[in-house]
Each structure stands twice: as C-alpha cells, then as structure tokens.
T-cell receptor, first 112, second 113 residues
Framework: QKEVEQNSGPLSVPEGAIASLNCTYSDRGSQSFFWYRQYSGKSPELIMSIYSNGDKEDGRFTAQLNKASQYVSLLIRDSQPSDSATYLCAVNLYTGGFKTIFGAGTRLFVKA | DTEVTQTPKHLVMGMTNKKSLKCEQHMGHRAMYWYKQKAKKPPELMFVYSYEKLSINESVPSRFSPECPNSSLLNLHLHALQPEDSALYLC????????????FGSGTRLTVV
C-alpha cells in the first residue's frame, strides 16, 4: 500500500463548479497535511495546510481532514480555468525524524 | 518572486561532466531540501539539511553530493550522471522540519545527454 494515495485523474470540471480532490494516507502517526498546486513544468506551491480534524477554509479553497478515516480532501469552489494544474497531497510524519511524503498528484482540468 | 532561488533554471550536461546546482533561501528557515521529480511523478526526497545536520536518502546514488556552505545555501554537486537522472530538481526550505510546509524554488530542469 502506498503511503499517500491520490486518484491520478484527470478530473474535469466546468468553470464555476466545485472540484473535489481526495487523498488517503496509511500512517496513523501522520501529523501535518498539505495541498500543493503544481502547474505543468513549474515547481509546487503550498496552498493549504491542515493539522486537526475538520474543515479549514481559505478563500475558494477548503481542506478537510478526518484522521479516523485517514482521509484528507481539498475542495475548490467556483473553479476557474487558472485552477487547472496537478494537486499534490503531502503528509508529514515522524519516524525518528520528520519526513514528508507526497502523493502522485491529481490532474485537474477546469473547462471554460 | 520566489524566496527560494535556484540556479541555473535549465542545465544540459554530458555524462562525463561535473556541474553544480545552487539553492539559496532568504527566509531564515532552518531546514533545506533537495527533491528530484520525474514527469508525472511526485517529488522524491534526496537530501535534508536541518539544524546543521545533513540527512541522506540512502537510495540516492553517490554521483549526487550535497554541500551546505551555510544555513542559507544548499548546493547539489553532480558528477558522472546518467540519462535517467534527467529530471526537475527542486530545492525547498521550511521553518522547521516540514511540519508547516515547504517553500519550493523554481527548480532546475536537468537533461543528461
């Protein structure tokens, strides 16, 4: 089982819709959870971090964490074509030292 | 503008060449990282320099060697690379050991011919 799993997509949504991106992780000791956005050929950019169960909202983005189900998600409201990118889920856990594991990413296409 | 500066942005090198990738951060972060990313794959951790200690991913070949002249600089020396080493090399920094997320540099696109 991969440590951090994401559906590779592509996920295609129309402009203005809600995009829902999902991520599961295997290590219950995971402590910090992140979503990065990566445009093609560019480096990842941190867009959301979440540390406790529940929802965290920042503008059009909402991160949701459920540690019991080992599940973290990202909702993008009012999706725009400029949101088209690969979204990487990352989990930080302690294994004698802190370690960040990235998922393979979900490609999102927002159709105008 | 990114606060983690990587140079060069693009590099083409032969298998017998020696080159270096440079990374500098201006945020006072205590940890810096080198990641390798192949197309459509997640970033893979190569090296961590944190609190004046270097940690190495043991799967990384010795043809890659990191150097940390000070807490703001983390270089990656390349020697006798193989074509399969062609990838996007990403430098990142974080306030601590990643518990609050990374700031990535713009990356170096490396092609080994």
């Amino acid at each position: 089982q991969k440590e951090v799993e994401q559906n590779s997509g592509p996920l295609s949504v129309p402009e203005g819709a809600i995009a829902s991106l999902n991520c599961t992780y295997s290590d219950r000791g995971s402590q910090s959870f992140f979503w990065y956005r990566q445009y093609s050929g560019k480096s990842p950019e941190l867009i959301m971090s979440i540390y406790s169960n529940g929802d965290k909202e920042d503008g059009r983005f909402t991160a949701q964490l459920n540690k019991a189900s080992q599940y973290v998600s990202l909702l993008i409201r009012d999706s725009q074509p400029s949101d088209s990118a690969t979204y990487l889920c990352a989990v930080n856990l302690y294994t004698g030292g802190f370690k960040t594991i990235f998922g393979a990413g979900t490609r999102l296409f927002v159709k105008a | 503008d990114t606060e983690v500066t990587q140079t060069p942005k693009h590099l083409v090198m032969g298998m017998t060449n020696k080159k270096s990738l440079k990374c500098e951060q201006h945020m006072g972060h205590r940890a810096m990282y080198w990641y390798k990313q192949k197309a459509k794959k997640p970033p893979e951790l190569m090296f961590v320099y944190s609190y004046e200690k270097l940690s190495i991913n043991e799967s990384v070949p010795s043809r890659f060697s990191p150097e940390c002249p000070n807490s703001s600089l983390l270089n990656l020396h390349l020697h006798a690379l193989q074509p399969e080493d062609s990838a996007l090399y990403l430098c990142a920094s974080s306030q601590d050991t990643g518990t609050i997320g990374y700031t990535f540099g713009s990356g170096t696109r490396l092609t080994v011919v």
